[in-house]
């Protein structure tokens, strides 16, 4: 489950924790900040590249006839595959990642797509897909900034020990500013990165490699039958 936390209770943890909740050296801006990049650098991409599924998200595209998608904005990793809505009932058609060997066999061809990439900002289908395809792509963010968040908003630190690396790396930060000793707050910082780290690679055993069949292959009997490896 989530361990969430307002910007305002994790900044008050961090200024209480180095004696400046009332140091009008640090303003709340700057504070902010801080804990931001602490944050985004050494608890959202520790699990997002360690538990790959934990800050998950899902977009799905519509097709206009043209052979790629513009990727999301806020893209940082894609989670599995892209799958096509085959009705209304919600089924889907997982699609493949499509080889660098195989490109031009499958280019310039119509119908709907199998095969996929992304490439700079775009996700390139093959073969082009008609207008109106629909397609769900799971992936995860780019890691959100914090500096601006309000007082009330909410901030995911996935575990105590997550909240431990925000608390104690920002307080790396704020002692270095009136030249205090941070050794104490080094420590602590890293022991908590390393219990965050273990516990998002505990989690991620549970998503191992495995066979994909692809068994019903009714709108391209070339496939039938048909297995790769994924993630």
Same mark, same amino acid.
């Given at each position: ?36 990049? !602490? ?12 538990? =790959?599924?934990?800050? %998950?998200?899902?977009?799905?595209? &519509? ?8 990727? @999301? ?5 894609? !989670? ?12 889907? =058609?997982?699609? $493949? ?7 031009? +066999? ?21 073969? &082009? ?8 792509? =799971?992936?995860?963010?780019?890691? @959100? ?11 995911? +630190?996935?575990? @105590?020990?997550?909240?431990? !690396? ?27 990165? &390393? ?12 998503? $191992? %490699? ?10 391209? @009997? ?10």
């Amino acid at each position: 489950m989530p361990f969430r936390l307002t910007m305002s209770d994790i900044r008050t943890q961090c200024l209480n924790n180095v004696d400046m909740a009332t140091d009008e050296s640090v303003t709340t801006a700057e504070a902010n900040a801080i804990i931001s990049d !602490v944050y985004c650098s050494r608890v959202y991409l520790t699990v997002a590249s360690a538990f =790959r599924r934990y800050f %998950e998200t899902s977009t799905t595209f &519509t097709t206009t006839g043209l052979s790629y998608l513009a990727e @999301p904005s806020n893209h940082l990793s894609t !989670v599995d595959t892209i799958e096509r809505v085959l009705d209304s009932s919600g089924r889907l =058609r997982r699609l $493949q990642r499509i080889m660098p060997q195989e490109r031009a +066999v499958w280019s310039g061809r119509t119908g709907h797509a199998r095969k996929w990439e992304i490439v700079d900002d775009r996700i390139y289908l093959y073969p &082009t897909p008609p207008s109106g395809d629909q397609y769900v792509l =799971r992936y995860i963010q780019q890691p @959100p900034s914090l500096a601006n968040y309000g007082d009330a908003d909410v901030v995911d +630190v996935v575990t @105590p020990d997550g909240l431990a !690396v925000v608390i104690w790396g920002a307080s790396v930060r704020l002692k270095a500013k009136s030249d205090r000793d941070v050794g104490l707050a080094l420590k602590e910082r890293d022991e908590a990165a &390393t219990r965050l780290l273990l516990w998002a690679q505990d989690r991620a055993a549970n998503d $191992q %490699e495995h066979i994909v069949v692809e068994d019903d292959c009714d709108d391209d @009997p070339r496939l039938e039958g048909s297995y790769w490896y994924d993630r």
